[in-house]
């Protein structure tokens, strides 16, 4: 049969089961979505405002529905657009297709309206190659079938994350004799990696004879779907488990064992319980300075003399920035499976609920709880964010849906706000996002249809992508967007006066230029982008608020006037950042030298 590549490129898609399509569409790619006019009952093709709000949308639908979506842009700016988005994807390892217009194969080097050519024609995957796991270029028609299997192969396997296909104006026009498209269950690897079995027995004596283990439960964990095999081995061990970014919600945060997470914005039982353990089972992490507090001892980790035990996909992660007792390459659930395995074979489980360490964990959890109780409990007018987190969580379902990108809000969500399973806590990760959680919000709304989904967004990081609201209402995506407005990037501003002094704040709160406090009536904005919308200001009003924007049914706002002065602006940590200070700030600077000489980089 005779096919034009955008043809093969919707088949293909179809035949994946890919779902969605976000993206923009420009001169570069008309060729390419026209032949998705004849298939719209067979793959939806959603029209995003922004192309980096595109990808987000791509990345949150695949962190709820675990299916694989695509994200289409014209050549040059549009696909520039997407390198925010798509970075966030890869840092996070997860999967998404990008698919970009390119100049045509005739015309590489020639200098056509937004080529980049002058080190080399056609140039623009060279700017996406640092964030995607693979990237193409095809020059013929007939290539398209064999790279796009191979995208989604690569897509899956191992470490997941994004792909990426140029392709050329002419190769989505032109077309070619295909044979048939390869069909995706004889081309995909089957089967989970599994560890040394070996090592997996010495791993079980070495917790098994643990005093004081540890799990700390990473985004492998979640990749993987290990969550029951997680909270098996825990129970069995008696062993508390804290979290990364991504690993948040691999545990029910209700659970007895769970201590909250450790790090930087680490609570008083996870940075406590991960420096006093003896054993510690990691798995599928990267012990970033975020989680390990720039590697300074005594405050998260003390590793060695505490033993590691790391359990990961990528072996490259293994041995990075904490030496390991035993190192183990597999996919968390399977090599969990086998490690409960022969546990279970050496031993009976721990009656923990009786022992000492039990009642540790939970005297520490205590103390985190009354730690958090000044803010979580404040009636200050504007509110504090610690206290409208109580009121969310009051008001929203047991399986509801948060989105987290960055500043405070994210930080905040990740050490107070429970949440009860590994797709409830959509946050960007590593890379930390701003402008992820609207655009992320409604990715995540199409995935669970049936399901409350709410962003908790600063102002500022609300701002970059709040264009994708008018995209929320013309589709009637009725998520819900709770935005925490205190007048700039409070966040950075309470970094710049707690290292540098009160006096020393610049280009973080939004003023005018008299210095008066200014912001957008963020509420009038999103009524006039077709949503639901209203402004609060104390802390009582929260809860009616988020009844009626889920009541309404349609994409709706909440704009909550925030604190905008320490200590009702910060957070309560308990962790170490390496934020640099400048030498002459000399006594500070001598202060924080004297902490930064605790960092153990090995």
Known sequence: ????????????????????????????????????????????????????????????????????????TSIGPGAANTAMGVANAYIDSIPL???????????????????????????????????VKRWWQPSRVDQLPNVLHLAFNVM???????????????????????????????????????????????AARLLREAKRPLVLAGGGVVASEAEPELLALAEFLGAPVTVTWMGKGAIPEDHPLYAWPCGDLGS???????????????????????TASSFRRDVTFNIPPTKLIHIDLDPYEIGKNYPVELGLVGDAKATLGDLLTSLRAQSKPIDYRNS????????????????????????NSPM?????????????????????????????????????????HITAGGFSAMGFELPAAIGAKLAAPNRQVIALVGDGSFLQTAQELAMAAQYDIPAVFLVFNNFGWECIKNLQTLQFGPDREIVTSFRKRDGTPFSANLAQVAQGLGCHAERIEHPAEVGPALRRAIS??????????????????????????????PAYHREKRAAYEKLRSGEALT
Not at 99 to 118: A, D, F, I, K, N
């Open 1 to 72: 049969m005779r096919m034009t590549g955008g043809q093969i490129i919707a088949d293909y898609l179809i035949s994946e089961g890919m779902p969605y399509l976000f993206g923009v569409s420009g001169h570069g790619n008309t060729a390419l979505i026209d032949a998705f006019v004849d298939r719209r009952d067979k793959i939806s093709v959603i029209q995003a405002i922004h192309e980096q709000g595109a990808a987000h949308m791509a990345d949150a639908f695949y962190r709820v529905a675990r299916r694989i979506c695509g994200v289409f």
């Open 97 to 131: 297709l990008l698919l970009t217009g390119s100049v045509h194969t005739y015309m590489r080097g020639r200098g056509v309206l937004q080529e980049l050519e002058r080190t080399h024609w056609a140039n623009f995957p060279r700017m996406m190659e640092p964030v």
């Open 156 to 202: 899956l396997e191992g470490r997941q994350g994004p792909a990426y296909i140029d392709v050329p104006m002419d190769v989505q026009a032109e077309e070619a004799e295909i044979s048939s498209l390869p069909d995706p269950v004889t081309r995909r690897p089957k089967g989970r990696i599994h560890a040394d079995p070996q090592i997996v027995d010495r």
């Open 268 to 290: 008083i039982s996870g940075n406590t319980l991960a420096r006093e353990a003896d054993v510690i089972l990691a798995l599928g992490c990267r012990f970033t300075d975020r």
């Open 356 to 379: 000492a360490y039990f009642a540790r964990i939970q005297q520490l959890k205590s103390a985190w709880q009354e730690a958090l109780r000044p803010t979580r409990e404040s009636n």
């Open 384 to 424: 504090t964010i610690s206290r409208a987190l109580v009121e969310t969580r009051a008001v929203l379902a047991r399986d509801a849906i948060v989105v987290t990108g960055a500043g405070n809000p994210q930080s905040q969500v990740f050490t107070e706000f429970p949440v009860f399973g590994s797709d409830q």
């Open 552 to 581: 309404s049914g349609r994409p709706a706002v909440v704009e909550a006037l925030c604190s905008r002065e320490l200590p009702f602006s910060g957070l309560t940590a308990t962790g170490w950042w390496d934020v640099t200070v």
